[in-house]
């Protein structure tokens, strides 16, 4: 079976400084970012993710990059087709 490839990530160190009373990160030109808009998560490990915002309402980055992958092959497994089992919903009327 054939497997989609996902790019390589880049990683770069970038510098952390004061702009008024926040900290700004200086991002690479070279991590290209289009708008003027970001949006930033911190997960509970404390990682740090940068996304353009702009990509965060389109799916065209997606889009894109179903475009270049490597299409996955015909090799599915069989799946057995389970009859549904009835559920008795106890709903207020």
Known sequence: MEVAMFPISK????????????RAVRIPSDFDLSGDEVVIRQEADGVITIQSAR??????????????AEPLGQDFPEIDDQPLQE?????PE
């Open 55 to 68: 990509q965060k309402r389109s799916p065209g980055g997606l889009i894109e990059w179903l475009r270049q």
């Open 87 to 91: 559920i008795d919903l106890d709903l």
């Open 11 to 22: 990683e770069r160190r970038a510098k952390i400084f004061m702009n008024g009373r926040s």
